[in-house]
């Protein structure tokens, strides 16, 4: 097979100027809300991408959790690579793609942590499965074996049988909060149309403008 021939022609929809919110967390909610009820496949699923020290971009798949103050929530290991990474540079961006609906959304952000007690609520929402598993995983450290890790795991269930497990400090949330968010719709004989919506000021109005595909 040669990976050059694959290509798809994309043909669903259009993306007009006229037609979309001039507010984009608005027309964000519109087009999630549309990939919810199209049943795609993880459509919270967005790709984070961070900077490190050395300068060098670094990617991965986070879900989104919510939408807050006009902000995107997502939770995580603050030790980990990309919390490591964000503490040193705040500036991030995310990827929606819903290849079902042939669309895109790209944002543009600053980081921040959520408030202790948000991410008290929403890891006491977590199965406690998953709860035990973030008390276990020194997330993107190096580990002798998966077994080390299932050990762990078996212990701290272990601790709190019977109880709540607590939110260990290293995890939380962060709220990214867009100055630049992009729409593509993918468009016949690869003429997609792009919006991007560009926040110049933090106080400011949103700016919207037509980009070449």
């Known amino acids: 097979m ?22 984009p967390l608005v027309q964000f909610k519109q087009w999630f809300d549309e990939a919810v009820s199209s049943n795609i496949h993880e459509p919270t699923a967005m790709n984070l991408c961070t900077v490190g020290e050395n ?3 670094s990617s991965r798949i986070v879900l989104l959790k919510g939408i807050e103050h006009d902000m995107f929530v997502f939770y995580t290991n603050y030790n980990s690579k990309k919390g490591s990474d964000m503490a040193n540079n705040p500036f991030v961006s995310l990827t929606f793609f ?24 929403y890891f006491a ?10 008390h276990a995983s020194p997330q993107s450290q190096e580990i002798k074996s ?23 400090e290293h995890w939380g949330g962060y709220f990214v ?8 719709q993918g468009r ?20 919207m403008s037509r980009l070449a595909p």
């Open 2 to 23: 040669n990976i050059a021939d694959i290509r798809k022609e994309y043909s669903q929809s259009k993306l007009s100027r006229k037609e979309v919110d001039k507010n």
């Open 98 to 121: 819903w290849p079902e609906l042939e669309r895109q959304v790209r944002v543009e952000g600053q980081v921040k942590k959520v408030p202790a007690e948000m991410s008290d609520t």
């Open 55 to 57: 300068g060098r971009p």
């Open 146 to 168: 998966k077994s080390s890790i299932l050990k762990d795991a078996v212990l701290i269930g272990t601790k709190y049988m019977g109880r709540d497990v607590p939110r260990p």
């Open 125 to 134: 929402s977590r199965p406690r499965d998953s709860r035990i598993g973030a």
């Open 177 to 184: 909060k867009p100055d630049k968010i992009e729409f593509w």
């Open 188 to 207: 016949p004989s690869r003429l997609h149309d792009r919006i991007v919506y560009s926040l110049p000021e933090e106080n400011g109005d949103w700016v």
